[in-house]
């Protein structure tokens, strides 16, 4: 039987909104209360999203919006990531985020069961702004990244953005203002109507992402956009700009009755009592999320000697999300652009048997173009299977089977369950290494990935955060 003290403490509690049960949270995580493995995490996610940006440098993305934000100037709050150039907190953002998400090759968050979620290291960039702003140290700077990633799993988990028409990106942008408020200095209740500010004027719709489209480039510059909003929205707030407190549900309130999916608060107020941030996925390719496998499964066909121009026909049996959707509509088999190859089960198969590899460079000098990687899309075939779709929802499965007919008359296949640098199959330090070294070759001189994942193993004060 609860006490009278017990009961007014739930009581008071309950009457929090989600806003504020999330700022609470963010502000009180410390990091000496971090469980090691979740510390451990962070900081391989925090290589991994520096090697991304870099090796997205020479993007025509990340040069259009890095000219932009010199050509603002302002005040020298934090570095353009790969320059010596300072710029306001915001265009940092802008820059860097663009840069981290640009190749899609940061890692994702991978629920136990399948379906859609989002990017958690978007929010990065933000926070590292701010953390050199402010002169922070590297701990707190992790802390509040493990915050980032535990306030964007507990939202994406209670809400179905995807369903309401939304991107994910709305995720960060609704998450980063509270995290951001900590590093400012700010105080919980600022961070209250940073997020109200966000949630009012920072909600992203999903324009880009369509089975039947092309995906234009906004895929990753829109990380870099809601980045420079969502800073903005906590600096407002910390100059007195005030908010509702109930954003978060008012939206969610409006949104449940365009679609069937509706808030679910139960891991929001779970903040604390469970840790997800070993539940991102590290990805060892440059590709989105459902194609890693199908790459996987082409390189293992390689491996065993298997060569493009011995393939009368490839088949994938797999489930919906790499074998339909965006990965596996007609236009995939004919992208138009980098943003548009990098999301097609197809394109990346077909360079995986052809080169034997699938790094940033299988998108230089836009090889879909060319007639031999259309010869072999076209002789790509995607075969959804109910069991596999099951398979995703019930257990988070993302395995594919794939089938080679040689003109020969053999048959060879190779089958995937999970793949490599999904939680079920994490990354090894080597191999992490092996990542960022691909990442950033070309790019950076050779000893860059080492010196980054050995700083990010022992980042601690402010001066390493420098």
């Not at 369950?417 to 070294?437: F, I, N, V, Y």
């Amino acid at each position: 039987i609860s006490s009278p003290r017990e009961d007014m403490a739930k009581k008071k509690k309950s009457l929090k909104t989600l806003a504020q049960i999330m700022a609470d949270y963010a502000f009180s995580l410390r990091y000496d209360s971090i469980p090691k493995e979740v510390t451990i995490a962070a900081r391989r996610h925090l290589a991994d999203s520096m090697a991304c940006a870099l090796g997205a440098y020479n993007t025509a993305a990340a040069q259009a919006v890095r000219k932009y934000a010199v050509e603002q100037g302002g005040r020298g709050d934090a570095t353009i990531i790969g320059t010596g150039q300072k710029v306001p907190v915001g265009l940092a953002a802008l820059v860097n985020g663009t840069m981290v998400r640009y190749l899609d090759a940061n890692d994702i968050y991978v629920y136990s069961r399948g379906g859609p979620s989002g990017h958690f290291s978007d929010g990065t960039p933000a926070l590292l702004a701010l953390a050199e702003k402010y002169g922070r140290s590297g701990e707190e700077l992790l802390a509040c990244v493990v915050a980032s990633y535990e306030l964007q799993a507990a939202l994406a988990e209670s809400f179905n953005f995807w369903d309401c028409g939304l991107h994910a990106e709305t995720n960060v942008a609704w998450v980063v203002p509270i995290v951001a408020s900590r590093l400012m200095g700010a105080t919980p209740k600022q961070a209250v109507h940073a997020c109200g500010l966000a949630v009012a004027t920072g909600t992203v719709l999903n324009t880009w992402l369509r089975a039947g489209h092309n995906v234009p480039m906004i895929k990753g510059v829109a990380v870099g956009l809601v980045l420079e909003r969502a800073l903005e929205a906590a600096e407002l707030a910390a100059l007195g700009v005030t908010a509702t407190e109930d954003a978060l549900e008012t939206v969610f309130s409006s949104l449940g009755r365009l679609s069937a999916s509706a808030i679910d608060p139960t891991y929001v107020e779970q903040l604390g009592s469970r840790w997800t941030t070993p539940r991102n996925m590290i990805k060892t390719y440059p590709a989105q999320l459902y194609t890693q496998v199908a790459i996987e499964a082409a390189l293992s066909l390689y491996r065993n000697g298997i060569r493009a121009d011995r393939v009368r026909k490839v088949t994938l049996y797999g489930h919906r999300s790499v074998c339909g959707g965006v990965q596996g509509s007609p236009e995939a088999f004919a992208p138009t652009s980098q943003e548009a190859a990098d999301h097609s089960t197809p394109y990346v198969m077909a360079m995986a048997l052809l080169r034997g590899r699938l790094t940033s460079r299988e998108y230089d000098g836009s090889p879909w173009e060319t007639s031999e990687v259309k010869a072999l899309m076209s002789k790509v075939e995607l075969v959804r299977e109910a069991e596999r779709d099951r398979a995703l929802n019930k257990e988070g499965i993302l395995g594919v089977r794939l089938v080679a007919e040689l003109t020969d008359g053999r048959v060879e296949e190779a089958v995937v369950r999970q793949p490599k640098g999904h939680p079920d199959a994490p990354l090894s330090d080597a191999e992490l290494l092996e990542k960022m070294t691909s990442l950033l070759d070309g790019v950076a001189p050779a000893d860059t990935p080492r010196r980054l994942l050995a700083l990010c193993s022992h980042l601690s004060t402010p001066e390493d955060l420098k």
